[in-house]
């Protein structure tokens, strides 16, 4: 267990005489723990006790005897394989010829465009569409991660009914005599609960059953509190509207506890926008500004130019500031204690930069109160942002009851039969209306979804959903644009699309799915041509360009300030937030090896969730990483470890949602705590009044952060943008002394071209999507947390955390870290069967059935990015990646092997192996490499270094350019642009936000 860190060392090591380092990636290494830095100097932390027994000469001699032998059997070893032969060929498919279409995919309830690859009729990868407005080409990690969703095993596969094996004529016939009952008394007793999907032809058909059955009542559960943006609306406009903000071109960003890069809906796009403002800042132009007020760190908080953190009841009195420093008149209340004084700077600078902006705009968190949601939008009515940077749009779906009025009116016996399609309100209802039990008294019960979830298992029947990559449907984004769904493969079991669900109910019949949907489509679109061409090029393109959102004007209502609910008093006691978690979300992905290893962006945790918590605040309570805590609230507790977060609110404790899983399958199921216990149906997302006591137990948390030793060094760099016009040059260091020995760099290379990379920190969000595209396109395997933990973890990509200024407000950048393909590698030099070679076209290459485990080249690496496999990770039972998902281009390695990132040189020799075919030369941007293609800022430049007009020379002859400890004359062919920033002038002096920069109030440029 982690001893007690006091807010005295943590002082110490900031003081003035900078006996502390500027940048740090946590609080041991803060605070300069003793033996922090023995500890983590061995490459495997977990491993040293092992190292420290003594042993005489002759042990020496038996184990590196046994340790040659062993190593040898592991790495020559292969698992038996069959081979079956492709007799009948498909027309128009080539064996090993990729083959990709456009489709679209549910992401959190919100369509995502993908193209996906396909070899011989199986899905391999996806990625962003580039036509499609919600991700304009980039790739988020949970689209990427879908396709180990379509392989999953533990995917419900037939009908069931009272959890044994049936069949849909059976469900057909249990339904006949309801759907005749239903008809005569216009859906009397019968309730839907709906997920959160946004499909046009689903709601089509949803719409029909209400007309049909109008005594039937519908119940929303949405995960991402969706239905308060739409109610704020409601409260300001006098009918609900859906919000959609476009970041193109603003200016000043202000973020109210919403993660607009990374989980609101239309992040991808949003992600996309500002980085191309801070790009424009570096250029030369004026850079867009951020201004975050949140209530747990985040990855557009570590983005921001000024953070403020505060609880998340804090919100609604910082948004009431705001708006009155704007001329608006509200009802106000003072700020938290705990942050009224950044609080006070904060909002000055904020409502100075938005009254001087060009194109503002203000975002509330989905979380937030309606309050907050239409405190927002009269904000940005007031700056003259509504049908700019802000429109509206009418909801897309039906107006639905919250989920507490079913809960009573199945107590109150007026329901008795219910139909749940895609939600899983057993698992995650708020733990207050004990819904469980209440669940149970429903006379019948039918579901739909993808597993026989906690919902599934208490239901009477249970219908298995189709994987969007093998169905056909359509679904909306954010913004309203459409995108069709197309199957990418047959489907694998016998499962339902929704319009096959929906059609099921409505007439008792099966229907083909792409009828259903093309049926939708000959009726619903206004074509100047005919319907088949139009199919065919919705097809092709993936978005359905005649179905443009429809936005509307609306005005604020003059009495709309008096309609806000009064200020909340101050509350008593410690804060209890409820965060999605970021990667997975609410529990749907919990069953996803890919997601479940996935450290989170702020805390760097895998495999659970953990009591977040202020430093501050650990310190007053005694509390360490990985203590054990009763967290209770009211009547109901649960009990986690603690993980100490630098910049978390003081007042507050966080808890993400989606572990806890009972059902989620072999990978998800006991892994976390389920938060939703804690939950209160009327304020879902905080509540005050937690208590919280320690056990005395411990237990270890899957943290990847601390795996590594900065060693001092000033691996990231940054500064503020008056610095960087004044210093373009600030983030050089002289170059290294000259070696005696004879080098391959500088001297020219025979082969063209040259490979390397370059990698912006300045529009670097730290969202890891590149860290899941790298696993899915080099089959990485799964570890688990016990491996992770032993610091045994595999990802080619790593993204380092680092913090800067006080533990309690810092400043966070992130920094991702693959392979530097160094020219002068130094794991070259020590392998001793050579598996670690340089090509001729400058690629630090592996041949894996070479290699032998000495693990040599990873002790002599210094930037630590080599994997190794200490066991057969990628054929273990419960986490092996099914063979389905592999890519075939791609060797997958097994026990006894070193690994690493390998610049996706299977798409390099793709390309090359075209341009042969072609007899034309490689162009500029014929290979990007996954993590490239992926990002949703275009951070990553890939490219031919000898051609001074490529992309990525261009970006490496920036005078921001740096390489990773070139003073060790390494001569990596990766290296870096140095991070801006843009402070506001009135808090460049630090005043408000808790970093000090030691720049006067001119130093900044205004982003107008």
């Known amino acids: 267990m982690s001893r007690v860190l006091s807010l005295e060392e943590l002082q110490a090591s900031l003081a003035v005489s900078g006996s502390g380092p500027r940048y740090w990636r946590s609080l041991d290494e803060l605070a300069g723990r003793e033996g922090f830095g023995e500890l983590l100097r061995e490459e495997f932390p977990r491993l040293a006790p092992l190292w420290e027994q003594s042993v005489d000469r002759r042990g020496v001699l038996k184990l590196m005897a046994a340790g040659l032998a062993l190593a040898g059997l592991g790495a020559c070893s292969r698992p038996a394989e069959e081979i079956v032969p492709y007799v009948n060929i498909p027309d128009g498919q080539t064996p090993g010829r990729a083959r990709h279409y456009a489709t679209s995919l549910f992401v959190n309830g919100h369509a995502h465009g993908v193209i996906a690859k396909t070899l011989e009729g199986r899905p391999v990868k996806l990625e962003g569409n580039p036509d499609h407005p919600a991700t304009l080409g980039a790739c988020d990690s949970w689209t990427q991660a879908a396709l180990l969703g379509l392989y999953d095993p533990d995917r419900s596969r037939t009908p069931r009914f009272r959890d044994q094996v049936s069949t849909t004529g059976a469900l057909l016939d249990a339904l006949l005599p309801r759907r005749k009952h239903w008809d005569r008394t216009g859906g009397e007793g019968l309730a839907f609960v709906l997920g959160d999907r946004n499909s046009p032809s689903e709601q089509a058909r949803l719409r029909a059953l209400r007309a049909r059955w109008p005594a039937a009542r519908w119940f929303g559960h949405d995960a991402d509190g969706r239905r308060q943006a739409m109610q704020g609306a409601d409260q300001l406009f006098g009918r609900p509207l859906q919000p959609v ?334 965060r999605l978690h970021p990667t997975v979300f609410d529990g749907r992905h919990a069953n996803n090896g890919w997601l479940q290893e996935l450290p989170a962006p702020m805390t760097k945790q895998t495999w659970g969730n953990a009591v977040q918590i202020a430093p501050a605040t650990a310190a007053r309570l005694e509390l360490a990483d990985g203590d054990v805590v009763r967290l209770s609230l009211g009547e109901r507790a649960l009990e986690s470890p603690v993980l100490i977060v630098p910049g978390h609110p003081p007042d507050a404790l966080s808890l993400t949602l989606g572990h806890g899983r009972t059902a989620a399958g072999r990978v998800g199921n006991g892994v976390g705590v389920n938060a939703a216990r804690l939950r209160r149906a009327a304020a879902p997302w905080f509540t005050g009044a937690a208590a919280i006591r320690r056990t005395g137990a411990a237990e270890p948390l899957a943290l990847t952060q601390n795996h590594h030793l900065m060693e001092g060094r000033e691996l990231i760099r940054s500064a503020d943008v008056a610095t960087y016009r004044q210093d373009p040059g600030f983030a050089q260091e002289p170059p290294p002394d000259k070696s005696l020995y004879p080098e391959p760099s500088p001297r020219a290379r025979s082969a063209l071209p040259q490979w390397g990379m370059s990698i912006d920190l300045n529009t670097c969000i730290g969202c890891n999507a590149c860290v899941t595209a790298c696993q899915a396109e080099n089959n990485i395997p799964v570890v688990g947390a016990d491996e992770v933990a032993r610091g045994h973890e595999m990802h080619w990509i790593r993204i380092d955390r680092y913090y800067e200024g006080e533990p309690d407000a810092p400043r966070m950048a992130f920094q991702p870290v693959p392979c530097m393909h160094c020219e002068n590698a130094p794991c070259e030099y020590v392998c001793p069967v050579e598996a670690t070679q340089h090509s001729s076209d400058g690629l630090n290459e592996m041949v894996y059935n070479r290699c032998v485990g000495t693990r040599y080249c990873s002790q002599n690496c210094p930037y630590k990015v080599r994997r190794f496999n200490w066991f057969d990770y990628s054929n273990q039972a419960a986490l092996a990646t099914p063979a389905a998902a592999n890519n075939p281009d791609v060797t997958v390695r097994s026990r006894g092997v070193m690994e690493k990132c390998t610049y996706c040189v299977q798409r390099i020799r793709s390309a090359e192996i075209e341009a042969d075919i072609s007899d034309l030369p490689l162009a500029d941007g014929d290979v990007v490499t996954a993590c490239q293609q992926a990002c949703p800022t275009q951070a990553i430049h890939f490219g031919d270094v000898a051609d001074p007009d490529s992309a990525v020379s261009r970006a490496k002859a920036q005078p921001r350019d740096y390489g990773l400890l070139t003073h060790l004359n390494t001569r990596p062919r990766t290296t870096y642009l140095a991070s801006l920033r843009n402070p506001a002038p009135t808090l460049a002096n630090g005043d408000g936000h808790g970093d000090d920069d030691g720049h006067s109030q001119d130093d900044s440029e205004s982003p107008a």
Request: hydrophobic residues 45%; negative net charge; glycine residues 8%.
């Open 245 to 578: 903000h476009d970041l193109s071109d603003a200016d000043v960003i202000i973020s109210l506890d919403a993660d607009l890069l990374a989980s609101e809906p239309g992040f991808l796009a949003h992600a996309r926008h500002f980085a191309a403002g801070r790009r424009a800042g570096a250029a030369g132009a004026a850079m867009n500004r951020l201004f975050v007020a949140e209530a747990a760190p985040t990855v557009t908080g570590a983005a921001a130019d000024h953070r403020l953190a505060v609880a998340a009841d804090g919100i609604d009195a910082l948004a009431r500031s705001l708006a009155q420093a704007l001329g608006l008149e509200v009802p106000a209340t003072g700020l938290p204690a705990s942050s009224a004084g950044r609080a006070a700077g904060w909002i000055k600078a904020a409502a100075t930069d938005l009254a001087a902006a060009q194109r503002p705009v203000i975002i509330a968190g989905a979380q937030q109160s309606p309050a907050v949601h239409a405190l927002a939008l009269a904000m940005n009515a007031r700056l003259g942002a509504l049908g700019r940077s802000l429109r509206l749009r009418e909801p897309d779906g039906l107006v639905t009851e919250p989920l507490q009025n079913l809960n009573k009116a199945i107590a109150d016996q007026t329901v008795d039969s219910l139909i749940l399609l895609d939600a899983n309100p057993v698992y995650d209802a708020p733990g207050d209306l004990d819904f469980s039990e209440t669940f149970r008294t429903v006379p019948f019960r039918l579901h739909w979804g993808p597993y026989v979830d906690e919902t599934a298992r208490l239901c009477h029947w249970h219908v298995p959903a189709t994987h969007d990559l093998e169905s056909w449907g359509d679904a909306c984004a954010h913004d309203g644009s459409v995108g069709l769904i197309q199957p990418l493969i047959e489907p694998m079991y016998q499962g339902r699309t929704a319009l096959q669900m929906l059609a099921l109910l409505d007439t008792g019949q099966e229907r083909e799915a792409r009828g259903l949907l093309s049926d939708y489509w000959r009726d619903t679109a206004a074509l100047s041509g005919g319907f088949d061409a139009a199919w065919q090029r919705w097809l092709t393109a993936g978005v359905v360009a005649e179905a443009r959102p429809d936005f509307v004007s609306a005005r604020p209502l003059a009495d709309w300030a008096e309609r806000l609910p009064e200020p909340t008093p101050d509350r008593d006691g410690l804060l209890l937030q409820f």
